[in-house]
């Protein structure tokens, strides 16, 4: 016998021997915690996540089915994540929702004040709902995302009514905290990669994301014959804003643009910091023509946004240039990149004379 089986015997022993779980899963539960805690290190969608630990719950414990709620702030209650059942003949389905007005004890399980009930004792002051639970036996206990409840864990035992020990709660709380480990490194990795593909300084995807998903991008479209477009921005007379009003007032006006163009496109578009006050927009499944709608509609917001007198200290407009083309138009990924460019940068020239001539005319009016 394994030391871990030695310890998991010694905890599970009562004055009148092991009890009826106890002696399921002392003879696999090393073998299960260590396949679990090596798949659960390697997985890092959520979703796998809670396959994972049901099915190890199911096999822990023998029980019939896992219900995994997580917690709904907006809605005040525990929203059904994932169900797993033992056998799928007799499955029932769980209830959607469990609302604190209904479950009054969830409150304690969500404020910290219960780590794990008896499943009747969401029952207990109002035990009229008794009727919508299809069990005879059941345990619930909170896990946690990065030390915030994140939701609970409801394992069922439909006909067996279980006398439940201290020790079966000691491997159920286990359980939990390997759910509440994987789960934080999960949000953590998540951070990571997000971290890793975005620009700190405006929140939009960087150069090597760009890089990496243009390509990609590029090649899909033309297999497929559908539309893309790119559309490259620059923010006008960017370095005298940074030289006359401070880069505290430049890194402002780089952020906001970034802001005003993330909120004004689709979810599938793909906003890119390419390099200084340069950004790139990658619009799949958008025509040309479709594209300078939509620098249209920026330009319209960012003018909205100028009215506003948003940067204290900055009394300048903030204007931008931008170039658009499509796939129908070039060969390859980096002559589509070339072209936007060349078109923002006659756009940007258009701007300096139409201000150049706005100036001359200032002057004539005052001579």
């Keep these: 016998m394994s030391l871990l089986n030695k310890f998991c015997k010694y905890l599970c022993e009562k004055k009148d021997g092991i009890s009826e779980i106890a002696e399921s899963y002392i003879k696999n539960l090393d073998l299960i915690f260590f396949n679990l805690n090596k798949e659960l290190s390697e997985s890092k969608d959520k979703n796998t996540i809670y396959r994972k630990i049901g099915d190890a719950t199911i096999k822990i414990f023998d029980c019939d089915e896992v219900y995994i709620y997580v ?4 809605k005040n209650g525990l929203v059904l994540e994932s169900f797993f059942v033992k056998n799928k003949e007799t499955v029932t389905m769980p209830y959607n ?24 004792n969401l029952l207990k002051d109002d035990e009229k709902y008794s009727s919508i639970f299809d069990f005879s036996s059941s345990l619930i206990g909170a896990f946690y995302e990065k030390d915030n409840f994140k939701g609970v864990v409801f394992i069922v035992w439909k006909e067996r009514e279980v006398d439940f020990t201290e020790h079966e709660i000691k491997i159920f709380g286990s359980i939990l905290s390997y759910l509440s ?34 390509h990609r991008e590029f090649v899909r479209a033309n297999r ?45 578009d ?7 006050d340069e950004i ?16 249209k509609k920026i330009r319209e917001k960012l003018k909205e946004w100028n009215a506003t007198s948003p940067i204290d200290g900055f009394n300048g407009e ?8 499509d796939i129908k138009e070039v060969k390859d990924p980096e002559e589509m990149v070339k072209l936007s460019d060349e078109r923002m940068y006659e756009d940007k020239r258009k701007y300096k004379q139409k201000k150049k001539e706005s100036r001359e005319e200032d002057f004539s009016t005052l001579g």
């Design 71 to 74: 917690w709904d702030g907006d």
């Design 97 to 120: 929702f469990m609302p604190i007005s209904f479950f009054p004890k969830i409150k304690d399980i969500v404020e910290g004040n219960e780590k794990i009930l008896n499943g009747w």
């Design 270 to 276: 793909i906003p890119v910091r390419y390099g200084g």
């Design 318 to 325: 903030v204007t931008i240039s931008a170039g658009y083309s």
């Design 181 to 214: 480990n994987a789960i934080t490194q999960s949000v953590l990795y998540e951070e990571i990669m997000s971290l890793a593909v975005i620009d700190t300084l405006t929140g939009l995807y960087n150069r090597r994301f760009f890089d990496d998903t243009f």
């Design 224 to 268: 497929y014959r559908r539309n893309l477009s790119l559309v490259m921005f620059d923010i006008n007379d960017f370095k005298y804003i940074n030289d006359n009003f401070g880069h505290l007032a430049g890194d402002m006006v780089l952020r906001e643009v970034s802001r005003i163009i993330r909120e004004n496109i689709r979810s599938i």
């Design 280 to 295: 790139i927009l990658l619009l799949p499944e958008t025509s040309k023509e479709d594209a300078e709608l939509v620098v």
